[in-house]
């Protein structure tokens, strides 16, 4: 590794005044240490914001409850109000890594962390998301990559979080500079859709505080299929989740992970009408295989994709 400087942040004002252009900050450390001995990211001075106070509560005072960016993973997969009210989040949670890593990395660190393409962590290939002019996987080894992209990077988004939280319509609350800006997971990862070089579209010093879930839609579910049973990424993850109005449900939406860089949400006229049928279902399901672009070796993801949103809605339904 690089030498660093590290400072701990004792407050957002704090990790905001401590960021320069070449700083980074610390959470969990599960995905910037790996980086930086990598050598994929040297930065000269390293933000410790775990001791930042009220990062890592949990609200639940309200029918939109905020978590702090510094709530673990493991927190957030054993949260007994987490558990009745958005089993979908602790679903998504309890799929993260492994028990030590869900017990260090955070929600924060989660949203924001970095591609986990092969050809992107190699510390000696220089491919178009590290400045380069190439995609390696394009006509590499691209099992694990993107069957939607609108930039020729198609390295997928890899943060189970990511996707539920935009299927239950959740706001990322962020510090920058002196403003706070509310951003939807959409708007957070929209960057990595249009430009090769972004992982999300948080600027340099941008520092997510907490972000803000609505629980009014208490039917939610997530899913994953993963070539190990446990401590694996997912080769394709999928979150539903939808209002329940008398016996209809409502406001269903459905999010696909590891499919594009970012949570790909699943469109349908079915889906906005609330039809939620058996047929419907199978047509939702259907549908997504003819707007995917797979390469050479990712094309076992549609399939995988179909089967986990019958699953998924078939599941929030029931
Ligand atoms: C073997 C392995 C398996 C894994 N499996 C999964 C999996 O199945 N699903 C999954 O979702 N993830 C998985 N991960 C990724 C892991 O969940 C993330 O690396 C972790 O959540 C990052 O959180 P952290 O707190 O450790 O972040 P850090 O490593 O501290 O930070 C990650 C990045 O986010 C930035 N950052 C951190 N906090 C903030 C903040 N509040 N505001 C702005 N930027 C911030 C940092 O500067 C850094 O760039 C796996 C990781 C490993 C090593
Ligand atoms: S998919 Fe993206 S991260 Fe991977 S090699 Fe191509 S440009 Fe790099």
Not at 44 to 53: G, V
Not at 56 to 72: E, H, P, R, Y
Not at 107 to 130: E, F, I, P, T, V
Not at 266 to 276: I, M, N
Request: proline fraction near 4%.
């Amino acid at each position: 590794m690089q030498n660093f400087e590290y400072v701990a942040a004792r407050s957002v004002d704090g990790a905001i005044q401590l960021s320069t252009s070449e700083s980074r900050f610390l959470a969990g450390g599960i995905d910037l240490l790996g980086e930086m001995k990598e050598y994929i990211t040297s930065p000269k001075r390293i933000i410790d914001i775990k001791l930042i106070p009220g990062l890592d509560q949990i609200d639940t005072s309200t029918s939109i409850w905020k978590l702090g960016a510094n709530v673990t993973i493991t927190e957030i997969a054993k949260n007994k109000q987490i558990l009745t009210a958005l089993p979908g989040l602790a679903e998504a949670a309890s799929e993260v890594g492994s028990p030590q890593i869900r017990n260090v990395a955070t929600l924060g660190g989660n949203l924001a962390q970095h591609s986990r393409c092969w050809y992107y962590r190699h510390r000696d290939l220089r491919c178009l998301k590290r400045g380069g002019s190439t995609c390696y996987a394009r006509d590499g080894e691209n099992k694990y990559h993107s069957l939607f992209s609108g930039n020729p990077c198609i390295s997928p988004v890899v943060s189970n979080l990511a996707v539920i939280l935009a299927a239950l319509n959740a706001r990322v609350n962020v510090r920058r500079g002196d403003k706070e800006i509310a951003l939807t997971i959409g708007e957070l990862f929209s960057d990595a859709w249009n430009n090769p070089l972004a992982h999300n579209s948080l600027l340099p010093g941008d520092l997510i505080a907490d972000v803000e879930i609505p629980t009014q839609k208490t039917r939610s579910t997530y899913l994953q299929v993963s070539e190990k049973g446990a401590f694996d990424w997912a080769l394709v993850s999928c979150a539903a989740a939808g209002r329940k109005t008398g016996d209809q449900l409502a406001d269903v939406s459905v999010f696909l992970g590891a499919v594009a860089p970012i949570p790909f949400r699943v469109e349908s006229p079915l889906l906005e009408r609330g039809d939620l049928s058996t047929e419907a279902i199978e047509s939702i399901a259907e549908s997504v295989a003819s707007k995917a672009t797979p390469m050479a070796h990712n094309g076992y993801k549609v399939p995988i994709a179909q089967a986990l949103i019958r699953r998924a809605l078939a599941r929030i339904v029931s």
